[in-house]
Nanobody
Framework: QVQLVESGGGLVQAGGSLRLSCAASGRTFSRYAMGWFRRAPGKERDFVTAITWSGITYYADSVKGRFTISRDNVKNTMYLQMNSLKPEDTAVYYC????????????????????WGQGTQVTVSS
């Protein structure tokens, strides 16, 4: 069982930056694929970015070049650095974890992730 807790959300003006954190319980954090998803008002929960055990990263086209995912396996924490934020980035951001040792076929799919955090609100004003 993995528990995930997001932090770092808030209100920021367009063009600004935020860094989200996702703290994970357990001692085998390095063996989980991790990802960030977001749900904007009235929309589905969409893929944002993911990182494999070995640090390979994947990004949605809408955030490439602006967002950076990283992980610290010593601190059991994943990060999402968000720069050049736009109003359309406004959403609840969720961190997600695969099952232990899992190697998802599709890192962009919600079904590849077994554990989810409660979410943190990010609001970007124009």
């Amino acid at each position: 069982q993995v528990q995930l807790v997001e932090s770092g959300g808030g209100l920021v003006q367009a063009g600004g930056s935020l860094r989200l954190s996702c703290a994970a319980s357990g001692r085998t954090f390095s063996r989980y694929a991790m990802g960030w998803f977001r749900r904007a008002p009235g929309k589905e929960r969409d893929f944002v970015t993911a990182i494999t055990w070995s640090g390979i990263t994947y990004y949605a086209d809408s955030v490439k070049g602006r967002f950076t995912i990283s992980r610290d396996n010593v601190k059991n924490t994943m990060y999402l650095q968000m720069n050049s934020l736009k109003p359309e980035d406004t959403a609840v951001y969720y961190c997600a974890s695969s099952g232990l040792g899992a190697r998802p076929r599709n890192y962009t799919s919600r079904v590849s992730y077994e554990y989810w955090g409660q979410g943190t609100q990010v609001t970007v004003s124009s």
